[in-house]
Every structure is written in structure tokens, then in C-alpha cells.
């Protein structure tokens, strides 16, 4: 099953700039796949179209068979929760403890209280935080930051996980650490597009690898056509 496909998709900020160009590609149920790139090749833009913090100029991004262009609203704190978001610097709320941090986007879901706490301790446990619930993200090392992050994207059990650059700020054993957790993902049904300009770290993961050159897709290479370290 496709849970993710672009159609065609072009992408032109206002100024002028082409971001994206007639870019296509699927991805399916409980894949887990990169999406690689020198900087401004589009990786961002390409990621924020599918949260919906930018809308195509042309061409369709279709979740699980649903046009986002007909996404409005509503409908689009909808969408949010079947796609969990991580980013590079994190945004955690400093002032917030690690279990508010990760509850965050079920309270947001009117859910009732006893279920947050079930959900957020699960998830915690899951990333190794169960004993830093109580903790403030300033009292956190940079790996456990991240890992709050990649706790409060996946609590909701979001239909697809997309990160960019979550490793960006991490040293090589972390960056490892992080990767293995998004790895565990796809078993649980959580597809899995990661967007890092760190071609050993992508080429080390053995996963299907999408490459961006100035907004166009120039590769698809499968796992086991990937060249070795
Ligand atoms: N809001 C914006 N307004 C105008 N141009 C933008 C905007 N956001 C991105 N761009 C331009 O679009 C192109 C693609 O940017 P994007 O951030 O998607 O690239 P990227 O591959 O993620 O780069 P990096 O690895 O440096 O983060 C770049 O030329 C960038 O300058």
C-alpha cells in the first residue's frame, strides 16, 4: 500500500525561486527511506509540502489517497496528526517538562488524561527516557533532546514520520543511536522519510536513498544498489 505519493510536483517561492521541479515519487506503507541533497536542493521544501507548511505551485502530493491541495482548514490540524514531524533544533518548550514536551500533541486532541499518561510513558520508555519525564529539555544532553523530539512526533502513532536533518547537531555514536530508533519505526506501521545532506550516515543505513539536485529528482537507488562505505 502507498501511503505517500508526489505527482509531478513543482514548487516556486514567491521571489521567484524554483525549489522543487515536476518532482515524483511513491512511498509505501512501512518504508523507510532518505532523502539526500546538497544545501538548497529542496530537501526542506519537500518535507514542509507534506506537513503542509508550504503548498505546491503545480502537481499533487497525495496521503494515504487523499489530495492535500483539498486539505484546508479544519482539516489540516487533521492531517498533523497522522504525520509526526521532527526537526534539527528540536523546538521543544524549555520552560515544559520532557513528559508535557511529548504530551503536548495529545492534549491538543482533547484526549482524555489517563490515556496521555499511558501514551507519553510508552513512548518515553520506548526512546529510553523513562526516568527524565520529570526533567526540563535545558537539563537534557543534545541526544536525549532529540530523542524528546522523536517521542512527541510518534506518540500520536502518526501514519508516516518525516525528520529533517534530525542528526545535525549530534556526534557520529548519537547520530548511529538516533537512526537505529527511526529504524524500529516501520515495524510498528510508522513510515519513515529522513531528510540529511550526511551521505556516509545515509549510505551506512542501507535504506532506499530519493537524491535531490536543484529541486529535481535525479535518483532513486534501491538499498542494494547503494555503493559500501
Ligand atoms: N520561504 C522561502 N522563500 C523563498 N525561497 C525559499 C524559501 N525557502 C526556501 N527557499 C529556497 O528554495 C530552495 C530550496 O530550499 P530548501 O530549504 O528546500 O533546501 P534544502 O535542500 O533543505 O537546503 P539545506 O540542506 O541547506 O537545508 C533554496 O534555493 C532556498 O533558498
Known amino acids: 500500500m502507498t501511503v505517500l505519493r508526489f505527482d509531478n510536483v513543482s514548487k516556486q517561492y514567491a521571489g521567484g525561486r524554483v525549489a522543487l521541479a515536476d518532482v515524483s515519487f511513491a512511498v509505501g506503507s512501512g518504508e523507510m527511506l532518505f532523502l539526500t541533497g546538497h544545501s538548497g536542493a529542496g530537501k526542506s521544501t519537500l518535507l514542509k509540502l507534506i506537513h503542509l507548511a508550504e503548498r505546491p505551485s503545480r502537481g499533487a502530493v497525495v496521503f494515504n489517497e487523499r489530495n492535500l491541495l483539498k486539505v484546508r482548514g479544519r482539516r489540516v490540524a487533521l492531517h498533523r496528526r497522522e504525520v509526526g514531524v521532527v526537526f534539527q533544533d528540536h523546538r521543544l518548550l524549555t520552560d515544559r517538562s520532557v513528559f508535557d514536551n511529548v504530551a503536548l500533541p495529545l492534549i491538543l486532541r482533547g484526549q482524555r488524561r489517563g490515556e496521555i499518561g499511558k501514551r507519553v510513558r510508552s513512548a518515553l ?11 526540563l529539555p535545558t537539563q537534557l544532553s543534545a541526544g536525549e533532546q532529540q530523542r524528546v523530539g522523536i517521542a512527541r512526533a510518534v506518540v500520536g502513532e502518526p501514519r508516516l514520520l518525516v525528520a529533517d536533518e534530525p542528526t545535525g547537531n549530534l556526534d557520529p555514536t548519537l547520530s548511529a543511536e538516533i537512526m ?6 516501520p515495524e ?12 556516509g550516515l545515509v549510505k551506512r543505513m542501507r535504506k532506499r536513498v530519493l537524491v535531490l539536485d536543484h529541486g529535481s529528482l535525479v535518483d532513486d537507488i534501491a538499498p542494494e544498489d547503494l555503493a559500501d562505505e
Open 125 to 135: 520508555e520506548r526512546l529510553g527516557l523513562g526516568d527524565r519525564e520529570q526533567s
Open 180 to 185: 537505529a530508533l527511526f529504524a524500529s519505526l
Open 188 to 199: 510498528r506501521g510508522t513510515s519513515v522519510l529522513i531528510a540529511s545532506h550526511d551521505l
